[in-house]
């Protein structure tokens, strides 16, 4: 599986993003998907994960500004982010799991994707 993050940008503090992950590879439909994302200095941290099946859950940080969805007609998942604040800004980095389950350990997923940037003035 390839995983190609876009969507990435500079927003002010309460605006909106849509990243998109455009997935390569005949087992989309059975993989569970992540977010991730690493601020300068800082470690990698879940965002939110997806299972093949559409359940999701998030890191607390994010639960109800940022929405994951996945379509998989189009062999793409979606995080959608909402409520901007400074200290979202980061590299997201999507990633896919040979799992129908997400996770929210970075250790348990198998392909990531090069990573978007999100800058989120004050």
């Known amino acids: 599986v390839q995983l190609q993050a876009s969507g990435g940008g500079l927003v002010q503090a309460g605006g909106s993003l849509r990243l998109s992950c455009a997935a390569s590879g005949r087992t989309f439909e059975t993989s569970a998907m992540g977010w991730f994302r690493q601020a300068p200095g800082k470690e990698r941290e879940f965002v939110a994960a997806i299972s093949w099946s559409g359940g999701t859950f998030y890191a607390g940080s994010v639960k109800g500004r940022f929405t994951i969805s996945r379509d998989n007609t189009k062999n793409t998942v979606f995080l959608g982010m909402s409520s901007l604040k400074p200290e979202d800004t980061a590299v997201y980095y999507c990633?896919?799991?040979?799992?129908?389950?997400?996770?929210?350990?970075?250790?348990?997923?198998?392909?990531w994707g090069q990573g978007t940037l999100v800058t989120v003035s004050s």
């Open positions: 990633a896919a799991r040979q799992s129908t389950y997400g996770t929210s350990r970075a250790d348990e997923y198998d392909y």
